[in-house]
């Protein structure tokens, strides 16, 4: 029976295209983008806790979207100024779709990119509103965190260390200062968000070829 299964498991590897798993491997594209867009997806893949390349991917193989985007700037060109040289590490299969539809309509790839980062405006907008309000609730968990100080201490005084009901309080509160620990860090990585100016998204324009 074992055997069996070594068999079957081997035999459904054939389904997979070496097509397929080329699309999955990671490449370097590098594009122009404003300093917005750029720092749009560095927020936005530290908020949500993902990778940037997650994102990429994501946006990019929106073909449904980026071929409405490709339209719109049909024949664009787009101006040198504002722009910023990334590169980001994105999958072959992200890539293939940006080349071939910046192609089918002559749409600059660059414009492509700008354009999709942009429809994450609601997101960052969603995601500044969650920031404030976990600033807030952090700040009441750290008033919560010194009054059980306090209340361990006046336990430890009254009943000893070794008490079996501080011991266990000891240790709730040791558990709840380290959650408060990767909070603030978490906080602090993301901070970024709290003065992104969406605007910062709109200082690329294009022009359109006579």
Known sequence: MAYKKRKDQ?????????????????VRATFKLSSGCIEAISIVAAQLGIKQKSLFDHLAQDSESLNAIAR?????????????????????????????ISRAFNAPRDALVEFSVRRLLPVIDN?????????????????????????????????GEDDPVVAKMISVMENYNGAARAIETFLERTSGIEDFDPEDLNQIKVHFEP
């Not at 081997?10 to 990671?26: A, C, K, M, W, Y």
């Not at 049909?74 to 910023?84: F, G, I, K, L, S």
């Not at 209340?151 to 005084?157: P, S």
């Open 10 to 26: 081997s035999s459904s590897l054939t389904f997979i295209s070496s097509s397929g798993l080329r699309g999955r491997q990671s």
């Open 72 to 100: 719109e700037v049909q024949n664009a060109r787009m101006r040198a100024e504002n722009r910023v040289q990334k590169t980001y590490v994105i999958s072959r299969k992200s890539l293939s779709l940006l080349d071939e």
């Open 127 to 159: 995601e500044q509103k969650k920031y404030e309000r976990r600033k807030a609730a952090f700040g009441g968990i750290r008033r919560h965190l010194g009054h059980g100080r306090q209340m361990v201490d006046t336990m430890i005084a009254e009943l």
